[in-house]
């Protein structure tokens, strides 16, 4: 197959060019060849010396190009980059009396504040920083600036570094890339290469994209920058007098976490390990390194690709608890499929399930993949580790190369000797590294290699969700409209009577922003620019800190207003209904083989609760349950089997048990799940359940229908013999692998894909859904797997096979989808298009008044639009519009009965005077969207600017107060509130809402609110860097593949097909 569509490396890298990339990285350690033989398309690795051109199938041989001639037609600031230095932009001078981290600081603080390096040298510790920073002339600057919180810190083992690769747009003689330096911070979960040679030896870049943003003078070399970039970091950095190695390469997720977006353009996570350099005593060479994490002899069999990926576990952020010793380890087999026929009380016998040809099951398919037993005493010695009061049944853990699913062996309170025991069991299954030889001798064994490094463990369960992904596959597996209908609008009501009985309680307000929103309480002050924009903040403000009610004050309530659309929004976009009846909880298989095909076990450890009407659950077993994995996509995703609690695993508390007898896994049926981390949603509403019936698998397609490719190469392959165990060895490795890593996922385009084909046929038996979700299953560990299936190769699947599986301008476009695109919260200061409120969407009249054949488009437009529209037109009417119409606020003028009559009416004329020119400004701001926080700024200042006009009076420089405002500042307000309250109430609540929420909170109306939402708060944490860690820490990206995603439904706009 020749894809003729260009994708460019990065965001949409052709088949070619990531062909290309590897020669040009790897020109001399032998490169992959595209070959058919009867295994299908494959990449094999070249004989030694084979210097021909790679030759793609119906492509002309291109022209052999030296590799030094193709080099001389590059940028030359491409050129350049193998001879640049990160960070040499820095003033790094490494001091042995604080160590390397505390160096690296110093030289971030000199560059970012403009400090002298006598300040600078100074800092003696994270303390010792922020206290020279407090005494700074920028004190009032840089104590708002976030990236000093983290210098709170106390002196912690696990300070990380991290930054990002800034790319230069200019084509000048500064280097292509150049470093900016992150805050260090403190981090709780260190892997275990940090825990192994330090926090200080890692660290942690973000890169941008090597193909969007970029400057004009390199759109035409996207090739050559991808391939100098590779060539770059599969060689040694001088990064701040140390040697760096790029060991690891993972995506960044985008989304919001804690008021923090991730910038658009940063898409890859590079983490660097230091190999050698100032403050190491143990220096590493590359190969020794990589090494220590993959034993090349005893793990040279594995793929490369393969190889690579199992480097997330010595990378992603455990809990360590434990050690074992080797004699502690108890190695076992897997339990196979024993033929027992499957269960097939629940299945579907519609006869066109009778055309498709059915799954071909494997005789010998592993039924226990990924799940093990602890022992008892090791797992109270991991539970005291952890801190934790609850005893839990499973853990989700790593351990030296083994990865996966612990449970208990017995009963917590079991008095069995062999159960008290120290000893953990390993399957084969779990194993994705081989241990080096040394780790099974007690006398050589390196310590905390079989340290017990935990994830998760089993929790007590919660009320689960209907999921909008399960609601389509629910309705074509015969579950009624009118069930999906009923659970939807029940869930909208009660969402939506939760706003309405808190609006009369400030308390009852207060909990459910702190619940749909969390408290600001470190809020980020708005400079100089009056009232805060954002709302949660105006509603912090104007509530808690002033007392007011939303029919007391317009801003508050129309702030309130803002808040519950944003809030019904993320309900739209989320179409999740609470069940009261489902949790999701880890799932293991049955270690004792006492479950039939077809049945569970699972206990819970208390009911299930629902908060809000304290209605309970108390057991699945006896009952029938739906079981699904979270994305769901096909048919079968969703099954339905009977739950039981059996005897023998009474001690398996909130953890769904399947059976590992019969002939497949029920893992396996969902989504291809498997049990070495997977949760499972379990649902026993007999809405739901009772008129379920299960779809049958069905046999899907290879990845020989799909022309995918494989990278097969093994570890111990790339190099000649002479080279084995050497730095060429790991760098050719590198040079193979890192493009992989660094090529755009195409799961996130298929998924969506499948969900607007899916929409268009709305049937899960078209032959072109099944043919898209059999892509959509290969292509989901890819890079693991070293396939290679872009865009182009995508675009060409779909030309091929046009009649079944159509471009996406021929599908019909989703409504639902459409609709809640629509509302958009935020809008860009310099862009002049008007924004659409979620109350101007849920009017529109598009699909309403009919029954649309797609669930989705009939529960959106037809229950929850309808009802969240009522909602808001009753807020607006009940809240908002009183609020506007108020005249007076007796509260603010109060303070004019306090000041002399005359002294009043001597100020009263100037006073006007004055503010009638900060209203002309007023004015401004409102037809201006450019300029809008220039001129509002201005117009704050010239109501600053106010004076007396008999400054040297002692009535108005008076505070009662060392934090409250003078009487002047109160008189201003209070002749605002009396004379110019009806137009002026937001120009009075915006520039002066310090001295108003003053004035209020004063009052008796104002203190009732105010106390009563401080009664139900929680004591402010002391000003330590726990307080801010929260806040300012992402956490990391999951290292699983098999995750919960949530795929940006506008991912798919990128591709034109």
Known sequence: MAPTQECEFGSSFTSQEFRSAVEATNPDQGSMKHVEDDGGPSFKRRRSGDKAAVNLPHQKPEPCVDDKQRKQCWHHQIRALSKSNLGAEYDYVYDDNVGYVISVERARLLREFSLTRKQADAIQD?????????????????????????????????????????????????????????????????????????????LTLKVPSLTDNLPAHLTGQKEALASAFIDWITKPLKVFGRAWCAFHVDDIVKKIEKKRILDACETWKLTLFALDGDGITEPLSHFGFLNWMIDFRENGSQPVCKAHARIDLNVSRTLQTISFQPTQIRPIDDIQANGEIEDARFEDRDPMFRERPRKVLNPSEVMTDGCARISVGAALLIRERLGIDECPAVFQARINGHKGIWHVSAAYDTLECDHRDVWIELRHSQRKIVPRAEDLDPSQCEKDRWSFDVNEWSRTPKPSVLYKDFIPILRDRHVPRDALAGIAAKSTTSYIEEWQDAMSDPAKLALLRHQRFGWSESRQKNGNLGLPKKHDTRVQILMDEAGYMPTECAALAESLERLQEMDLQRERRLCEFPCLESTMVFGIADPHGVLEPGKVHLSLSRPLTDERTKKSFVMFAGTDVLVARHPAIRGSDIQKVSCICHPQLAHLKDVIVMPSRGQIPLAAKLQGGDYDGDKFWVCADERLVGPFLNAPLLEPCGMDFFDIRQEKRKLKDIVPDELFGTNEHVEAWLKIVLPFAFRPQTLGIITNYCNELQYSRNNFLDAGFLLAVDLHDLIIDAAKNGYLFDQADFAAFLRKHRNTCPERSRLRERAYLKNLKAVKFERDPQSESKQQTLRSVLGQAQERGRRSKHILDDLLFNIINPLFLEHLEQFRKTYVIPAQEISKEPDLEYVLTLIDPHLVDAELKQLNEQLATAFDKWKLVFHSCKNRDKLLGECIELYNCIQPTATDNPVWRYRPGPTAPTTWDCFIVAVLARHHYGKKKKFMVTVAHEVVCYLKSQSESGKRVVDRIRSIKKPKKPTDWDQFDAEYILPEDPVDSDFDLDYDEEVFDALDL
Not at 143 to 161: E, G, K, Q, R, Y
Not at 163 to 191: H, M, W, Y
Request: charged residues 20%; hydrophobic residues 30%.
């Open 126 to 202: 994270h303390q010792g920083a922020k206290s020279m920073l407090s005494a700074h002339e920028l004190r009032s600057n840089l104590l708002s600036h976030p990236s000093i919180w983290d210098l709170n810190a106390p002196n912690h083992p696990t300070l990380v570094m991290n930054g990002k690769i800034v790319l230069n747009q200019k084509s000048d003689n500064a280097p292509l890339f150049q470093l900016s330096l992150q805050p260090t911070r403190k981090e709780c979960k260190p892997s275990r290469v940090e825990r192994r040679f330090g926090c200080d030896r890692v």
